[in-house]
């Protein structure tokens, strides 16, 4: 049998050992998990990059569709005042006859007020 020194010095030497060696494990794993959490963050900024682009061009085609539509819009308005005003100076009678009847119309959708006989 052993002298109890000599097994207390074996037993701290596999101790010891041993604690290296969960260290080196637990030094693994936490290098590992960096890895992961790094190529995560990494991941979830390259998307949060494209969204932000795609963002942007969506914005910019709005933002052209909205100028078409004004643009198209004011070149009808123009026009349209042209026409009235070619009507009202070459034909103001029916220009007149017409907002009498666009009148009238309108005073027929409204409802009919009550008496103060019901």
């Keep these: 049998?052993?002298?109890?020194?000599?097994?207390?010095?074996?037993?701290?030497?596999?101790?010891?050992?041993?604690?290296?060696?969960?260290?080196?494990?637990?030094?693994?794993?936490?290098?590992?998990?960096?890895?992961?959490?790094?190529?995560?963050?990494?991941?979830?900024?390259?998307?949060?990059?494209?969204?932000?682009?795609r963002g942007r061009e969506q914005a910019d085609a709005a933002r052209e569709a909205a100028g078409q539509a004004y643009e198209k819009g004011r070149t009808q308005a123009k026009r349209a005042s042209s026409k009235l005003k070619d009507v009202?100076?070459?034909q103001p009678i029916a220009l007149v006859a017409g907002a009498a009847a666009i009148g009238a119309l309108l005073g027929s959708l409204l409802p009919k007020s009550r008496s103060k006989d019901d």
């Design 1 to 53: 049998m052993k002298p109890l020194s000599e097994t207390a010095r074996d037993t701290r030497a596999r101790a010891s050992e041993f604690a290296e060696k969960t260290a080196d494990s637990a030094k693994a794993t936490a290098e590992a998990a960096r890895a992961r959490l790094q190529g995560g963050y990494d991941r979830a900024r390259e998307a949060t990059s494209e969204l932000a682009a």
């Design 88 to 90: 009202a100076e070459k």
